[in-house]
């Protein structure tokens, strides 16, 4: 199960951290790849960022030098910073994880057999 949580309103140029808890399985968490992807009404799930096992950290072209990815493997957890946010971010934010994703598919949904419940992000302009 994943459990997501941090959404909220904020105005542009503010920022939020989204978190992602991860409960109620057997899993290796740190073997777990982790993602974020987003939907904003009237289109498609997108990707947003992502975390591997490795560590190695993948983000979309519009939020690099943005946003953070990081995992806390203790706490079976990973975070979403987002700065510098923009109008255009605002959508509801989706966890979602896996195990054995290649490095060619982390940003594609399709790569990922469980999903968090989502949190709403807004930004006002």
């Known amino acids: 199960q994943l459990q997501a949580s941090g959404g909220g309103l904020v105005e542009a140029g503010g920022s939020l951290r989204l978190s992602c808890a991860a409960s109620?399985?057997?899993?290796?968490?740190?073997?777990?790849?982790m993602a974020w992807f987003r939907q904003a009404p009237g289109k498609e799930r997108e990707f947003v960022a992502a975390?591997?096992?490795?560590?190695?950290?993948h983000y979309a072209d519009s939020v690099r030098g943005r946003f953070g990815v990081s995992r806390d493997n203790v706490k079976n957890t990973v975070y979403l910073q987002m700065n510098s946010l923009k109008p255009e971010d605002s959508g509801v934010y989706y966890c979602a994880a896996d195990e054995g994703v290649i490095l060619s598919a982390v940003r594609f949904g399709g790569s990922y057999d469980h999903w968090g419940q989502g949190t709403q992000v807004t930004v006002s302009s």
């Open positions: 975390v591997r096992g490795t560590g190695s950290q």
């Open positions: 109620g399985r057997t899993f290796t968490f740190r073997a777990l790849t």
